[in-house]
């Protein structure tokens, strides 16, 4: 059975940071395009970060550019987003997605929401 447990999210400070994870099973998340998506309070969700094995380089929205890194262990088939200088702005739900489809590169995948796989998300709440 295939799942995606997100945890790490919880309120902090502007500024601040926070390291989510994304443990995966039933897959090896080498072998899939995984995805951070973020929905803010009364908006659509949204790409955070994405990661094909097509190129295999984590690409980010413009909003987290240069403040969040998107990494995998492999061996823990877990996928971490590490996102640093938390604005109020950061606030949602932040959930992971897995997709077998790897036919493109990670930016292809930040408007993609036709993941095979969703996990129920974690909660990021930046005050101001």
């Known amino acids: 059975e295939v799942q995606l447990v997100e945890s790490g999210g919880g309120l902090v400070q502007a500024g601040g940071s926070l390291r989510l994870s994304c443990a995966a099973s039933?897959?090896?998340?080498?072998?899939?395009?995984i995805g951070w998506y973020r929905q803010p309070p009364r908006k659509v969700r949204e790409g955070v970060s994405c990661l094909s094995p097509r190129d295999g380089i984590p690409n980010y929205a413009d909003s987290v550019k240069g403040r969040s890194t998107m990494s995998t262990d492999n061996a823990k088939n877990t996928v971490y987003l590490q996102m640093n200088s938390l604005k109020p702005e950061d606030t949602g739900i932040y959930f992971c997605g897995a997709t077998k489809n790897t036919d493109y590169s990670g930016s292809y995948y930040l408007d993609y929401y036709g993941m095979d796989y969703w996990g129920k998300g974690t909660l990021v709440t930046v005050s101001s």
């Open positions: 039933g897959f090896s998340v080498d072998d899939y395009t």
